[in-house]
């Protein structure tokens, strides 16, 4: 991440450990195009990695038949951290796992799922090396480490605090025709952008899982990158509107909060997948769980009653702050909507479009075709 430029400000530089292949006289090329890919979404996107986040990549890593198609990222087990006149750079490992196994990650934790690659060595071991020719998963090697990830889930709940995905939402409770405050992504309509302030609350609400016996919180909205780098991730109890001075926080940006009836919250197949963790390994553990657009500033997370420095309130469980949705969902509603989600759980018979209603609630949730959100006016 760093080059003629000077430095990139992200603060981390990545690393990987591939299994040399028999006969192999020279290393294969494609790491590096994987690596520049990851750097290039990075700078894209202004977001940034942390040890623990998955990558789903939905492609084998070096365009063969391989089943290792997706990335999880830790701290590299040999080049620890150094301090440069810039601040601190941290290196972080790439590890190709299979689509099971990332799936376990994301229902689970990175880290838990990276330990159990560690103890399996043709999986990866202690140095974490991945085998693009690996044709089973640690699941499939050793049947007892589901049992583990079963407990772990069951036990911790997930630490995926949000994920970048196709998602929008539409405010139903206005007429489409007053345009006086943002809608989301309202076709024909340019919505109003985030605040630089927003944006980061965002994007830490991605950054970083939180602490499973912490109080849970939503990052600040005046949450500052210094010099480019996030030196806080560790949630605290002034992770919370409440505990910051009035004085930090623009007034001005407040009043654009409103107080929404009726939603519409719409998701790809791959998003919608995620529902079920998001409210079985979210919210039941008294967390939040973020969707942000990978088209646009639109972002909607739902929260549970134990979050605080959210905008939504049980007596008003919808709230937009312009193109930001939060959705506070009591313990209740949320155990009903996996009952009515459960066919989530099962994408092989899914067919699209696909609707959710829970009228006394007033909302509503789409599973909707990629090309909805590709071609958002067509």
Aim: with cysteine; aromatic share 8%.
């Amino acid at each position: 991440f760093t080059g003629t430029d000077g430095p990139s400000g992200f603060g981390f530089e990545l690393t990987f450990r591939l299994k040399r292949e028999t006969g192999e006289s020279a290393p294969p090329t494609w790491p590096a195009e994987l690596m520049q890919g990851l750097a290039r979404y990075v700078f894209q996107s202004e977001n940034t990695f942390c040890s623990g986040d998955h990558v789903s990549w939905h492609s084998p890593l070096d365009n063969s038949e391989s089943r290792i198609q997706h990335m999880l990222l830790t701290e590299d087990p040999q080049m620890q951290p150094v301090q440069t006149p810039f601040g601190v750079v941290t290196f972080l490992q790439i590890v190709g796992v299979c689509t099971e196994e990332l799936h376990a990650a994301q229902q689970w934790n990175g880290q838990g799922i990276l330990e159990l690659l560690r103890t399996v060595p043709v999986a990866g071991g202690p140095w974490l090396i991945t085998d693009m020719r690996r044709g089973e998963t640690i699941f499939e090697i050793d049947p007892h480490l589901q049992e583990r990830v079963d407990k772990g889930i069951e036990t911790d709940g997930s630490n995926l605090s949000g994920v970048s995905a196709k998602c929008a939402w539409d405010d139903l409770s206005r007429p489409p025709e007053d345009d006086e405050d943002s809608r989301s992504i309202c076709i024909g309509t340019q919505p109003r952008r985030l605040s630089g302030k927003d944006t980061e609350q965002i994007r830490e609400t991605l950054r970083r899982g939180l602490e499973i016996n912490s109080k849970p919180v939503l990052p600040p909205i005046n949450a500052q990158r210094q010099n480019g780098l996030n030196h806080d991730r560790a949630p605290s109890r002034k992770d919370s509107l409440e505990s910051e001075s009035s004085a930090a926080i623009i007034p001005h940006e407040l009043i654009r909060t409103r107080q929404l009836e009726s939603v519409h919250l719409k998701f790809n197949q791959e998003s919608g997948a995620l529902i079920p963790l998001c409210l079985r390994g979210r919210l039941l553990h008294g967390r939040h769980f973020t969707y942000k657009s990978i088209t646009g500033d639109t972002a909607i997370t739902f929260v549970s009653t134990g979050v605080e420095g959210a905008f939504a309130t049980e007596e008003h469980p919808y709230a937009a702050h312009g193109p930001w949705l939060q959705i506070l969902l009591t313990e209740e509603f949320v155990e009903r909507m996996l009952e009515d989600l459960e066919d989530l759980n099962s994408p092989e018979e899914f067919k699209l479009p696909k609707e959710y209603s829970w009228p006394e609630k007033k909302l509503k949730v789409s599973i909707l075709p990629d090309a909805v959100f590709d071609n958002p006016l067509h």
